[in-house]
């Protein structure tokens, strides 16, 4: 599946509100969809690409030998869900923020798994 396909796939998934696939190396964005006025996506992209930086100096600094599947930001009213996608696709990750009221985490984190195999860049 193609990225544009990916994010569409996506934003199906329940409580939705919008998806990026994004190089933590260089912290641009490759594919936006949805967001609103309270998530601005390209803001959001850039700003995560610290979070994931952050966490894999950390792992390495601690020789953590093992790869993360995803991270959970909680918030009030949203989750927010980052996982850097595998192998030769390693610099990438897919993030994906959701309305907390209408989302099912577990489904949510088995879609973007299922995306991410799916997935060709």
Known sequence: MNIDGALTDAMSIEGAIGVALVDY???MALGLLGGNQQLDLEIAAA????V???KMRAMAALSIDDV?????IT???????I??????????????????SRANLALARHGLKRIEA???V
């Open 25 to 27: 190396e260089s912290g």
């Open 47 to 50: 700003s995560n690409t610290e």
């Open 52 to 54: 994931v930086r952050a």
């Open 68 to 72: 993360i599947e995803d991270m959970l």
């Open 75 to 81: 918030l009030g009213g949203q989750y927010h869900l």
């Open 83 to 100: 996982r850097p996608l595998s192998g030769a696709r390693g610099s990438l990750f897919l993030y994906l923020a959701l309305d907390r």
């Open 118 to 120: 799916g997935l060709d």
